[in-house]
């Protein structure tokens, strides 16, 4: 049994935050924004919450389905940013929607969560205990930058994605592979709040997301094509067969060095990082959702999906649509 993906969706705030608005509040420019990193504009959560962006997404994946939310047998929220840390936003999500009957649950793998939580509910179908998921990934970044810090606050943006995934005879995901290396885990980093019971003298200020970037990027230009032909081969494909390549929006540098290591044209890299900069567990959905809502995604095509970023974590999936 396969698990293909049979309907998606996606939901970005309504706020949409240029470089040029950018570098009137830190110094920074378009220039160096664009020429390092591609991004030009990213959405920042205002009024909106996770919880409401990823409902509007999984509403609109469901729809494309044509699965109502009672069907639904299984959540699976990948996320670092939820809007609570109790329920988790699986929960909140599973309330919102009205999909009484599914367990919920919540997976933070960072920018690999998507791939994790796909590969997740994969292993639930494969094992027969259930047939129909609903899987999401997003963030709300913003609240966990330090607006002073112009190295990183620059990259990140904010919204949601979501797939709902059936099983299926024909179609689906082929091959996956996972990895991870706590030993790496300080190069992109954000302490969550520290202990604070009496007999603890924490005096330390609010934590904000740490990355080195350089160390980042050298991480994922080194793993992310070997993650992606592993899991081609464990398909059984070859590179040349895949028709497209939806990789974790993080740095246009990265997909391009991605694609000349693999010797594959950037024809085959769609890339939507230039609108939305890096949305973490939602860049992979959001970017899967906007090519499929374009009629990019033909019947039996063959797509790899792949995450990479904190933990350090990886992960590429590979399926016919
Ligand atoms: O989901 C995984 C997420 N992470 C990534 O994918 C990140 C991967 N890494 C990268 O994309 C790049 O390392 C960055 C885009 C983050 C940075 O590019 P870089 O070429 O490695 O720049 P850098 O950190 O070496 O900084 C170069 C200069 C520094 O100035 P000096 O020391 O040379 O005078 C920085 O202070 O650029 C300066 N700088 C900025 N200037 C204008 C850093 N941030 C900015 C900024 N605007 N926003």
Known sequence: MKSRICGTGSALPGKEVTNDDLSKVLETSDEWIKSRTGICSRHLAVEETLTELTAEAAEKALQQAGIRPEELELIISATL?????????????QRELGAVNAAAFDINAACSGFLFALQTADAYIKSGQYQKILVTGGEILSKLMDWNDRSTCVLFGDGAGAVVVKADETDGILGSIQGSDGA???????ENRRNNNPYTANEKALSYVYM???????FAVRTVPK??????EKAGFQIEEIDLFLIH??????????SK????SMDKF???????GNISAGSVPILLDYV??????????????AGFGAGLSWGASVLTW
């Open 270 to 276: 769609p890339t939507n990082l230039q609108k939305c």
């Open 227 to 232: 993650a992606i032909c592993a899991a081609v």
């Open 292 to 305: 499929n809502r374009k009629g990019m995604l033909h019947k039996g095509d063959k797509i790899v999906l």
């Open 184 to 190: 790496r885990g300080d190069v992109l980093s954000c």
């Open 81 to 93: 940013s939820a809007d609570k840390i109790l329920p988790s936003l699986s929960c909140e999500l």
């Open 261 to 264: 290591r693999l010797g594959v």
């Open 212 to 218: 080195n970037g350089q160390e980042v990027y050298k």
């Open 249 to 258: 929006q993080a740095n246009i540098r990265i997909i391009e060095a991605v």
